[in-house]
């Protein structure tokens, strides 16, 4: 049990060592900085410039009860209800995925191939946005492009909404399955697809973080052993109908299987398939192009 006693800065973030055993120590050194920025609505420069300033009693009461739930392994965006994307603010909750810097750099990727682009992208789609951060993010770069999300969870849309009124931008969301989707978004056609969709193996739990496992949404997760690449083709299919000629889709993927998902863009019939990897150096992202004479 903790007292609640008048500490330093310095202080507290040492209380913060107690993660150690759950978290490594760049995860616990990120954390504590959150948490303590949060708690007392100070910067993380601030917190480093002034180790000797004291908290008052209601942050230092917030920070032990966060602190204890931490050690339960509960994720510590899902905690504070919130966390950074692109540099903009999200809400997120259970109902959500956490957004993650590997997903930054698919967003950084499709910006820098439309801006490269000499003609206007008309529009986007996101599927399984989850959070909404990859099409408000893009919206946010791309004001005069009309971005759409899907999702099936109609929480997860809830939770996408709020962020898009929060970083006052206009996404359209709609609640599909696209492994079935309906005619209304089968008749549309897009200049860019993106996805990342459902890739997780049942096998691959075992190694995977409990603050995960325990926390964040199974069905934007897992996929059976069985068919790994179950999202892929259903999207890459869609695609074929729902993009434009010589339209680009993006995958986030799962980096074991690289290989596996460049073949079945091939198979399909896409054309100027690349694989990128992520700035940890696993294969991460896949872009495509629909050919012309295919779909």
């Known amino acids: 049990m903790f007292l609640c006693r008048m500490i330093t800065i310095a202080q507290a973030l040492k209380m913060f060592d107690t993660l150690s055993n759950l978290y490594d120590q760049p995860e616990v050194d990120s954390i504590k900085y959150l948490v303590l920025s949060d708690v007392s609505n100070l910067s993380k420069t601030q917190l480093r410039a002034f180790p000797d300033r004291e908290l008052d009693g209601q942050a230092i009461q917030k920070m032990q009860n966060i602190i204890t739930r931490l050690q339960t392994g509960e994720p510590v965006q899902y905690i504070l209800g919130h966390t950074e994307f692109y540099g903009l603010a999200f809400k997120v909750n259970p109902s959500v995925l956490i957004p993650r810097p590997e997903t930054e750099e698919l967003v950084e990727w499709v910006l820098s191939e439309v801006r490269g682009q000499q003609s206007g992208v008309r529009n986007i789609l996101d599927i399984g946005t989850g959070s909404g951060c990859i099409p408000i993010a893009l919206k946010k770069h791309l004001p005069q492009t009309q971005l759409t999300g899907l999702d099936i969870s109609p929480a997860a849309l809830q939770t996408a909404r709020q962020n898009a009124q929060l970083n006052e931008v ?121 050919s012309i004479l295919k779909g």
Not at 187 to 203: D, F, G
């Open 170 to 290: 206009d996404v359209d969301f709609i609640e599909a399955d696209i492994l079935n989707p309906p005619i209304a978004i089968r008749s549309t056609q897009y200049a860019i697809l993106i996805s990342n969709p459902p890739y997780v193996t049942e096998h691959e739990k075992l190694a995977m973080h409990q603050n995960v496992l325990n926390h964040e949404p199974h069905n934007a997760l897992f996929v059976p052993d069985t068919d790994p690449l179950l999202f892929y083709r259903a999207i890459a299919d869609f695609a074929l109908q729902n993009l434009q000629p010589n339209g680009l889709l993006f995958f986030e993927i799962n980096e074991n299987l690289g290989k596996q998902t460049v073949e079945l863009l091939h198979d399909k019939g896409f054309k100027d398939i690349e694989l990128r990897q992520d700035i940890r150096g696993k294969d991460r992202m896949i872009k495509a192009k629909k």
